[in-house]
């Protein structure tokens, strides 16, 4: 399982199929994903079973679901739901949570690139500091996240 919600990604996904390639669980829930080509990254990730895409942007699409499911078709599960719009077991319910096999269970990384800059004299104390590009920023990120796996 691998726990990449709310860090403002908005692509270089591709970096998971080299990285992780039997990942089966991805939250990417409260990022800057925004359209299919984004998410077609994820189709050679053969293992796959539930994809989180909740609060990203590509979730206004017209036909989002279906067309997610028709692009990868390894998923059983997303958003937390199947294609009929059935919910997914819950893995604690009713006791332990299921063991993913060896070793790490579930990697939660939280990275925070809008740090204020205090060495910079000309950027004030309540100044956001942003990466100049937004892909650059989201390939550099996963590639961080994903060095520590």
């Given at each position: 399982q691998l726990e990449l919600s709310d860090n403002s990604i908005s692509g270089g996904l591709e970096a998971l199929s080299e990285k992780c390639p039997n990942l089966t669980y991805l939250n990417l829930s409260g990022n800057k994903i925004q359209d299919l080509s984004t998410v077609k990254a994820l189709h050679s990730l053969k293992n796959l079973k539930s994809l989180d895409l909740f609060n990203c942007d590509i979730t206004s699409l017209e036909?989002?679901?279906?067309?997610?499911?028709?692009?990868?078709?390894?998923?059983?599960?997303?958003?937390?739901?199947?294609?009929?719009?059935?919910?997914?077991?819950?893995?604690?319910?009713?006791?332990?949570?299921?063991?993913?096999?060896?070793?790490?269970?579930?990697?939660?990384?939280?990275?925070?690139f809008q740090d204020t800059s205090p060495e910079d004299s000309n950027v004030k104390s309540s100044s956001t500091f942003r990466p100049p590009s937004a892909n650059v920023r989201d390939a550099v990120q996963l590639q961080l996240m994903l060095a520590i796996l």
């Open positions: 036909e989002y679901r279906e067309s997610v499911f028709d692009l990868l078709p390894q998923i059983s599960y997303l958003d937390g739901f199947d294609q009929e719009d059935s919910e997914a077991p819950d893995s604690e319910e009713g006791g332990e949570a299921e063991d993913h096999g060896k070793g790490l269970n579930l990697l939660t990384l939280k990275p925070n």
